[in-house]
């Protein structure tokens, strides 16, 4: 996975900006970007090319994954689910998930700490 410079610069803020527009697709490769992280969590914009995508984890956290372009499955303990542009998910803590992207798609992923 390659990273893109975080957009976390506190002299910038606030600064209006089209989310999918902040990280771009690489061939054969998933990209992420932190956007914002502390203590409570992460906020993390994901771009990956067509056929990419992550095999089946489990995280200890709730995360809502939101689609800004694209389209992807994602399945969550077993269940598969076909999102789009504009669509979301939460994905529940410790339940075994997986993405693949079924054409080129940007996810922005927030992770909620306990």
């Given at each position: 996975?390659?990273?893109?410079k975080?957009?976390t610069?506190?002299?910038e ?27 409570s969590?992460?906020?993390t ?7 990419e ?8 956290f709730d995360?809502?994954v ?12 077993g269940?598969?689910?076909t ?16 993405v693949?992207?079924?054409?080129k ?5 927030t992770?909620?700490?306990?």
């Amino acid at each position: 996975m390659k990273n893109e410079k975080s957009e976390t610069n506190k002299s910038e803020l606030p600064t209006v900006r089209h989310m999918a527009d902040l990280i771009s697709y690489q061939s054969q490769s998933v990209v992420s970007r932190i956007i914002m992280k502390n203590k409570s969590g992460s906020v993390t914009l994901f771009a990956f090319d067509q056929s990419e995508g992550f095999s089946e984890h489990t995280t200890p956290f709730d995360a809502l994954v939101m689609i800004l372009d694209g389209k992807s499955e994602i399945i969550i303990s077993g269940n598969p689910f076909t999102l789009g542009t504009g669509d979301m998910i939460i994905m529940p803590a410790n339940e075994p998930h997986s993405v693949k992207a079924l054409q080129k798609f940007k996810m922005l992923l927030t992770m909620l700490k306990d």
